[in-house]
């Protein structure tokens, strides 16, 4: 009896140690399954009305949070009423006024063949052949013709990009002016309701 409940005894052993090794291998041969998506991060806290101005509040007198952003709102608006500026909405800017340069219907070429032939017809006549001298001017006369007309055409070209550099820098700098002077009536503001302000 002794060796049956043995025999038992090692034979339950075998078949749970097959039933283990079974559900052990089923578990391997299962797609592990994804991570979870990373917690997204919070979206960042809306930034002030000074904060968005570039301007630095403090408050002196001890104001709450709440109270602070009441009076930058009245403030905003009050400096935009004596300002006449709203730094929110900034005018567009304007693109340079600048002509493009006239078409030029090929008329540097044909005057240079025209001059080049004239100077070589002379040429060869003195040589001993007008013809043959015209005809090399002409063509010496439309190559420099062309080549006037391409130089005159990159200074046009370079002449509108100045332009409109300057047009954008005078648009920047009148941009910097007007939001200097809104951030200057805003500070008065806030300064006059007991803030510290830069």
């Avoid at 749970?16 to 299962?30: E, F, I, N, R």
């Avoid at 994804?34 to 917690?39: G, K, R, S």
């Avoid at 500026?85 to 070429?109: C, E, F, H, S």
Wanted: glycine fraction near 12%.
């Amino acid at each position: 009896m002794q060796y049956l409940r043995a025999g038992l005894g090692s034979s339950l052993s075998i078949a749970m140690l097959l039933v283990s090794s079974t559900l052990c291998a089923q578990q391997a041969a299962k797609p592990a399954a994804a991570p979870p998506p990373p917690a997204a991060a919070p979206p960042p806290a809306p930034a002030s009305l000074s904060q968005s101005l570039g301007v630095v509040v403090f408050p002196a007198k001890n104001q709450s949070a709440a109270t602070q952003s009441s009076d930058e709102g009245y403030c905003y608006g009050w400096a935009k009423t004596n300002t006449g500026i709203d730094p929110m909405a900034p005018p567009p800017t304007q693109a340079a006024a600048v002509a493009p340069p006239p078409p030029d219907p090929g008329g540097q070429r044909v005057a240079g063949a025209a001059r080049g032939a004239a100077g070589g017809a002379v040429i060869g006549a003195i040589a001993g052949d007008a013809g043959q001298g015209a005809a090399i001017g002409a063509a010496a006369g439309a190559m420099h013709g062309g080549a006037q007309k391409r130089r005159g055409q990159k200074e046009a070209a370079s002449q509108q990009q100045q332009a409109q550099a300057n047009a954008d820098a005078q648009a920047k700098a009148a941009a910097d002016a007007q939001k200097q002077t809104y951030n200057k009536a805003f500070t008065a503001c806030m300064e006059g309701k007991g803030y510290t302000a830069k």
